[in-house]
């Protein structure tokens, strides 16, 4: 299998995306691929790994996306995704997906979407470890109170998503 590698900047931060042939596998603000590498060799490890110019326009309609995004332009991905990791975390992840643009959820309404209400530090090691991050809108999660979490892209960047979205929050 045939996976496409794409580094990219928007606004001064570094991404990197990986897709393949089923659609988006992993999508992080990386400055390094290192974070993707990993994922790879443990959910893809023969995959055939295409970087440079045929990644790029392999990618670019996902690129272009998350631009648009960005810039207020984009509310909806319909990305095909190819996701990697338990069943469980899948289940979180696809929790996620039903959190709609503008709108957050906290860690027990996660617990509670997948009928788990005693899951709570299970949900959020589920959606530490999500591999698609903004299109699997893990953002959108928040403390119970309205406190702000940890992100993997860092809480700044977690305003940055929150605030393109008008989601409130407690900092």
């Known amino acids: 299998m045939n996976i496409y590698i794409s580094q990219f900047d928007i606004n001064e931060r570094a991404y990197v995306l990986v897709s393949n042939d089923k659609g988006v596998v992993y999508f992080g603000n990386d400055d390094t691929t290192e974070y993707a590498d990993h994922h790879i060799k443990r959910f893809i490890p023969d995959a055939v790994r295409i970087t440079g110019y045929l990644a790029d326009d392999q990618n670019s309609d996902y690129i272009k996306d998350i631009e648009c995004y960005f810039k207020?332009?984009?509310?909806?991905?319909?990305?095909?995704?190819?996701?990697?990791?338990?069943?469980?975390?899948?289940?979180?992840?696809?929790?996620?997906?039903?959190?709609?643009?503008?709108?957050?959820?906290?860690?027990?309404?996660?617990?509670?979407?997948?009928?788990?209400?005693?899951?709570?530090?299970?949900?959020?090691?589920?959606?530490?470890?999500?591999?698609?991050?903004?299109?699997?809108?893990?953002?959108?999660?928040?403390?119970?109170?309205?406190?702000?979490?940890?992100?993997?892209?860092?809480?700044?960047?977690?305003?940055?998503?929150?605030?393109?979205?008008g989601i409130q929050y407690v900092n």
């Open 72 to 165: 207020g332009q984009l509310k909806q991905f319909d990305w095909p995704l190819d996701l990697h990791g338990t069943d469980f975390q899948k289940s979180i992840w696809d929790a996620l997906l039903q959190i709609p643009f503008g709108e957050s959820r906290s860690y027990s309404d996660i617990s509670e979407m997948i009928h788990n209400p005693k899951a709570i530090r299970a949900v959020g090691g589920a959606i530490g470890a999500n591999p698609v991050m903004i299109v699997v809108p893990c953002h959108r999660v928040i403390g119970k109170s309205g406190k702000l979490t940890g992100f993997r892209g860092g809480l700044d960047m977690k305003i940055e998503l929150l605030v393109i979205e």
